[in-house]
């Protein structure tokens, strides 16, 4: 089945550094979404992108819809502790029949105080 | 709310061994879905209800079953567990015309 490539898989970071992570498709989509998922809990949507070329805030997270929409990107500034999890992108063509979503195989970040 | 609603939330099966795991959601969502979770795979689609009655394939549905008879709940049967079968299952749902899914908090299964 199809899935979308996430790199990097894992990182290790200082408290205060930034992150970036991407996620690619071999297809295109109308929708990418980023998911953070806890220890022991399920996805949480983070930020939600409607459209190419779009670039979208929330907090110290900023996502970006690519170009040619089949890709995405994460940035985190400034890390915290609490920004530890796995980080999900997911590509939807939103509008038809299903709602599937089409996940990437997720970035692990783990953040050293 | 409570949302999206998962049991049990650890199982251990021997092989061979049946079980249903159950999701239930309060949110009126018309769509449900089961997903397999995988160290460095990400989440797969095993099945998905687009509605009361109706149930889908996804991408990895093979040795699942699923019923959906009342709108709210959501149901994945493993008819005879293999190790292959150890996984943390996700149920989701979402309105017909929504960006994204709202999610469970897991059942961790072992199949021993």
């Known amino acids: 089945g199809q899935q979308l490539n996430q790199s990097p898989q894992s990182m290790f970071i200082q408290e205060g550094e930034d992150v970036s992570m991407n996620c690619t498709s071999s297809?295109?989509?109308?929708?990418w979404l980023w998911y953070k998922q806890e220890p022991g809990e399920g996805p949480v949507l983070l930020i939600a992108?409607?459209?190419?070329?779009e670039l979208t805030s929330n907090g110290r997270l900023t996502a970006q819809f690519g170009i040619t929409r089949k890709d995405s990107f994460l940035n985190i500034s400034a890390s915290i502790p609490s920004d530890v999890g796995i980080y999900f992108c997911?590509?939807?063509?939103?509008?038809?029949?299903?709602?599937?979503?089409?996940f990437g195989t997720g970035t692990l970040l783990a953040v050293q105080p | 709310n409570a949302g999206v609603t998962q049991t049990p939330k650890f199982r251990v099966l021997k092989t061979g061994q049946s079980m249903t795991l159950l999701c239930a959601q309060d949110?009126?969502?018309?769509?449900m879905y089961w997903y397999r979770q995988d160290p460095g795979m990400g989440l797969r689609l095993i099945h998905y209800?687009?509605?009361?009655?109706?149930?889908a394939k996804g991408e990895v549905p093979d040795g699942y079953n699923v019923s959906r008879l009342k709108k709210q709940n959501f149901l994945l049967g493993l008819e005879s567990a293999a190790p292959s079968q150890t996984s943390v299952y996700f149920c989701?749902?979402?309105?017909?015309?929504?960006?994204?899914?709202?999610f469970g908090s897991g059942t961790r299964l072992t199949v021993v």
């Open positions: 989701a749902s979402s309105y017909r015309g929504s960006f994204g899914y709202t």
């Open positions: 297809s295109i989509f109308n929708t």
């Open positions: 992108l409607y459209k190419a070329g």
């Open positions: 997911a590509g939807q063509n939103y509008g038809g029949a299903t709602n599937k979503l089409i």
């Open positions: 949110m009126n969502h018309e769509y």
């Open positions: 209800s687009v509605g009361e009655g109706t149930t």
